[in-house]
């Protein structure tokens, strides 16, 4: 019989330390539930959360650092409280959740603990994911809402609180709509993972709850739609190698099909929407935002972006076509962060539906954060060049 492998696991009073110091929540900043209750039937309490490993208890599993001692591995140190969830999915990818952001994790939650000390905690549960999201209407108002009526190309929207503009902004919106740019007059929706452009300007109703109408113009049909982003037909382009810190053209690769999906998305994505650099006009509006809100619910923000991407059309003057940049996008099913390589790239995972093939596919697209062509465009010193 196989001898089981030794696992240095933590101490009782370790473990309580590890529950006490977070007061039984998970360490998941974003997370953060209650761990432990009573049961309704005894007077003993049930748990959903766990002491875990952030160097691993044994070899070969996450995290292992074999410089450690038995000692260092079962001590308070080397531990996280988490819920049983999120437990299990550090675990599960090591290379997302590193040690240094489980440290910080840990270090947070006990500071934010800490500071709870003497308070009333107010405990909100986020709105469910099916209700609630961010909505963009047009470029300068980012909101949460809901989406509370829906037929044919009508909407009619339940709006709560402001990421980017106010009340204010929603009504020069609407004010403005008739003389905005064709490409300004849109909605999209995180949670639907979609958007569209607005056939008139919208309607509002300001009556304790902020309530707004709109109307959608047509958009292609799903059999229209696959005959035209059908990715699995598009043609052989350069490939671009994205597993460095960055990001380079490869001259003697091409990819062609599905495979050109990745680089698109990375392209278009790292693009910022106004910039002067080429490439730049039909790109987004994350590295922008990202600096705005800093830093501040980018996960919304890049999923926002990508829909508004694959629905507004893109007007391009030298190729005389209209179509959106990621039209080949038919829905944001999800956007993920994930541990940067590099200070200048942001690294999203991005679980999305795409025409042409027919499982939902997850991407890791490293997404540039950098602002600088949306400054003035820098001057060329053509002396240096010679006469």
């Known amino acids: ?49 766990q002491a875990s490993h952030i160097h691993a208890a044994s070899k070969g599993g996450p995290r292992f650092l074999s410089t450690q001692t038995p000692a260092q591995r ?16 550090v675990d599960a990818d090591e290379i997302t959740f ?20 003497g308070k009333m905690p107010s405990y909100v ?3 469910p994911r099916s209700e609630e999201g961010l909505i963009a209407l047009g470029p300068n108002v980012l909101v949460f809402g809901r989406i509370v009526g829906h037929s044919a190309k009508s909407w009619k929207l339940s709006l709560g609180e402001f990421l980017l503009g106010d009340v204010h902004d929603l009504y020069q919106f609407v004010d403005t709509f008739e003389s905005a740019t064709p490409d300004d007059r849109y ?5 639907t993972g979609a958007g569209g452009m607005l056939a008139q300007p919208p309607s509002i109703v300001d009556e304790g709850e902020l309530v707004v109408s709109l109307e959608l113009e047509s958009t292609l049909s ?13 043609g052989k382009t350069l490939a671009i190698d994205m597993a460095l810190d960055e990001p380079h053209v490869v001259w003697d690769r091409s990819v062609s099909g599905a495979d050109t ?11 910022v929407k106004g910039g002067w650099r080429g490439g730049d006009d039909p790109g987004s509006r994350v590295a922008e935002l990202n600096l705005k809100l800093s830093g501040d619910h980018i996960e919304n923000i890049i999923a926002i972006e990508i829909a508004r ?41 991005l679980s999305l539906d795409i025409w042409g093939l027919a499982e939902t596919q997850e991407y890791d697209i490293p997404i540039s954060s950098s602002t600088e062509s949306l400054g003035p465009e820098p001057k060329v010193d053509v002396s240096l060049f010679g006469p």
Not at 100 to 108: F, G, I, P, Q, V
Request: glycine share 6%; hydrophobic share 40%; charged share 25%.
């Open 1 to 49: 019989m196989a001898k089981a492998k030794a696992r240095d696991e933590f101490p009782d009073p370790v473990k309580r330390a590890l529950y006490e110091r977070v007061n039984g929540l998970c360490s998941k900043p974003d997370c953060r539930v209650i761990t432990k209750g009573a049961k309704s039937d005894t007077d003993q309490a049930f748990t959903i959360g």
């Open 261 to 271: 999906v990745p680089q698109r998305l990375f392209v278009i994505l790292t693009g």
């Open 222 to 234: 799903p059999a229209n739609a696959l005959a035209t982003f059908d990715v699995t037909k598009y």
């Open 74 to 89: 079962k001590a308070f140190a080397n531990g996280i409280w988490l819920c049983s969830n999120h437990g299990t999915e």
């Open 125 to 127: 549960p986020p709105p």
């Open 187 to 191: 909605v999209s929706f995180e949670r």
């Open 309 to 349: 991407l694959a629905s507004v059309p893109y007007h391009d003057r030298l190729l005389k076509t209209s179509e959106p940049a990621l039209g080949f996008v038919r829905r944001v099913r999800g956007v993920r962060m994930m541990a940067q390589r590099s200070p200048l790239y942001l690294m999203a995972r």
């Open 98 to 117: 590193p040690a240094d952001m489980l440290r910080t994790w840990k270090s947070k939650t006990e500071g934010y603990v800490r500071s709870m000390v």
